[in-house]
C-alpha cells in the first residue's frame, strides 16, 4: 500500500493492499478502495464509495455517496479478463453513479475524460470513450463500447444504445432514446430521438464567431437537403466548406461506425 503522508483517511475507510493514494487525497467513512486503485491528488472520496478493479481516478476528481466505480461489466461474455478504467481530472460524480471496466472484445479500457459532471444515478457502460467537459443529466446512460465527444449534454432519463457515436457538442434532450450516431453540434431530442437542428446555445456559449455558426446552419440546411445518400450530401458538403466546424461534421459523417444516423427533418 502507498499512502501518501498528506492524504487524509477516515478511519472507518477500508483500503486493500495495493492501492495507491496521492498527495491530499481525502477518503471519508465505509469507503472501500480495493487493492488495483490509484488515486492522484486531492481527489475527494465522500463517504459510502465503492472503487475497485484496475482503475485510475485523477487529480481533484470529487466522488460521492454510494458510487461503485470500477465493478465487472455488465457484460456475459465478460470473463474476468484484465482491463482497466481510466477516469480524468476535475471531474464531478455524483450519488449513485456507476462506471464499469473496459471487455476484452471492445479494447479493454473505459475512458473518461476531465471536468465532467455525472449526475445522479448515471451509468457508464464497459469500452465507452467520453470526452471533456462532458454533462451527463440525472439517471442517463451509456451502453457498452459508446463514443462521446466533448461538450456533450445528455438530458435526464436519456438511454444511449451501445456502439453509437455522440459527436462533439451536441445535445440530448431528456426521455430521449439515442441509437443512431449524433453528428457534431446536432440536437435531438423526443422519446425516438429525432435531430430537430443544431445545439445553438452551446455553440453561442462556446464564443463563436456568428460567420461560424452562419457556416453551420447553411450545412444543416444542406444535409437536409433531398437528393443522394446523407453521407453523398456530406461528402458534397466538405469540397464546399472551408470552415473546421463545417469540416468536422463531414467527418463524423464519413468516418467508420456500426451505426447510421439521426438525420435531419
Known amino acids: 500500500m502507498a499512502i501518501d503522508a498528506t492524504a487524509r483517511i477516515h478511519p472507518m475507510a477500508v483500503i486493500d493492499e495495493g492501492a495507491e493514494i496521492g498527495p491530499g487525497v481525502s477518503i471519508g467513512p465505509f469507503a472501500v478502495i480495493g487493492p488495483k486503485v490509484r488515486l492522484g491528488e486531492r481527489v475527494v472520496i465522500k463517504s459510502h464509495v465503492v472503487l475497485t478493479g484496475d482503475t485510475e481516478i485523477g487529480a481533484e476528481t470529487v466522488i460521492f455517496p454510494f458510487s461503485v466505480i470500477g465493478e465487472i461489466p455488465q457484460d456475459l461474455k465478460f470473463h474476468g479478463e484484465d482491463t482497466k478504467l ?37 451509468h457508464i457502460a464497459h469500452d465507452c470513450q467520453v470526452g471533456n467537459r462532458v454533462i451527463m443529466v440525472n439517471n442517463s446512460g451509456l451502453a457498452g463500447h459508446c463514443h462521446i465527444g466533448d461538450d456533450v449534454i445528455i438530458g435526464g432519463i436519456s438511454g444511449v444504445h451501445q456502439w453509437v457515436r ?68 456530406a461528402a458534397a458538403l466538405g469540397e464546399a466548406s472551408d470552415s473546421d466546424y463545417v469540416r468536422q461534421i463531414v467527418d463524423f459523417i464519413t468516418g467508420e461506425s456500426d451505426r447510421s444516423f439521426h438525420q435531419p427533418e
Open 86 to 122: 481510466v477516469i480524468g481530472a476535475r471531474n464531478r460524480i455524483r450519488e449513485h453513479v456507476t462506471i464499469n471496466p473496459g471487455t476484452e472484445g471492445g479494447g479493454g479500457v473505459t475512458r473518461v475524460g476531465d471536468d465532467c459532471l455525472l449526475m445522479a444515478g448515471t
Open 166 to 233: 455522440v459527436g462533439q457538442g451536441a445535445i440530448i434532450g431528456g426521455l430521449t432514446k439515442i441509437e443512431k450516431d449524433v453528428i457534431p453540434f446536432g440536437q435531438v431530442q423526443g422519446a425516438a430521438g429525432h435531430l430537430v437542428g443544431l445545439n445553438l446555445i452551446g455553440l453561442k456559449r462556446r464564443g463563436l464567431e456568428r460567420i461560424d455558426i452562419a457556416e453551420l446552419r447553411a450545412a444543416y440546411k444542406a444535409l437536409a437537403a433531398e437528393g443522394g445518400t446523407f453521407k453523398e450530401r
